[in-house]
């Protein structure tokens, strides 16, 4: 009698931390959403050897203006046409859907220094990003990472990749990014090992 109690009582503390652990997996997403304007705060600068001098901007899929979404469509048409080849025009799809969602948070890059007129600087690509749960624990995506021509190669992607990874563990999320096959990259040894068990 005593054993089936025991084992109901740690059946019940189980499930009890296993709610307790998805609401803290759900309060840490919604901060993270809703902070998204503060994600580039304590940003590192960027530098390279061709004094190339960069502006960032936050942004949501939601409350794009047209002139960004336009952007958008435009660098990936350029950029991910070729790729996709006869695909494209379904995919082209999906993306347009995806970039307006509110969970689409962005990082828009522009050429020049911080001003307080960025209409005059040019926007040069940006990263798209997301939060979400997988296997119980949090993450963060790289939806998309996307450069104008002339500034791929000058290591702006990497720098993006690892402001992106600042991000990730600033909010204590894990950071993975996609390609034609997902790659993870952990910060934490505990999420560590239940990625590698699966």
């Known amino acids: 009698m ?18 307790q652990r998805k609401k ?10 809703s902070s998204y304007k503060n994600h580039l705060s304590d940003s590192p600068l960027y530098n390279n050897s061709n004094a190339l001098s960069l502006f960032l901007e936050s942004g949501r899929g939601d409350k ?6 336009e952007y958008i469509q435009k ?22 859907r995806e970039m307006s969602s509110p969970e689409a ?12 007129s960025k209409a005059e600087a ?3 690509g940006f990263v798209h990003y997301r ?7 949090p993450v963060l995506y790289v939806y998309e990472l996307q450069l104008e021509e002339a500034y791929q190669g000058m290591a702006v992607g990497k720098f993006l990749m690892q402001l992106v990874e600042l991000i990730a563990c600033k909010l204590g ?12 990259k952990t910060f934490d040894h505990e999420a560590k090992a239940v990625l590698e068990e699966e």
Request: proline share 6%.
């Open 64 to 69: 794009l203006s047209s002139n960004l979404k």
């Open 75 to 96: 660098l990936l048409k350029i950029n991910m046409e070729g790729p996709y080849g006869a695909e494209w025009p379904e995919e082209e799809k999906v993306k347009r």
């Open 173 to 184: 999320v894990i950071g993975e990014d996609k390609s034609y096959e997902i790659l993870c």
């Open 105 to 116: 948070l962005y990082i828009f890059v522009y050429k020049g220094p911080s001003t307080p």
């Open 24 to 33: 803290r997996m759900e309060e840490l997403l919604k901060s993270a959403y």
């Open 122 to 124: 040019p926007i040069i």
């Open 2 to 19: 005593e054993m089936a109690s025991s084992r109901s009582s740690k059946k019940h503390q189980t499930r009890t931390q296993k709610m």
């Open 131 to 137: 939060f979400t749960i997988e296997e119980e624990i």
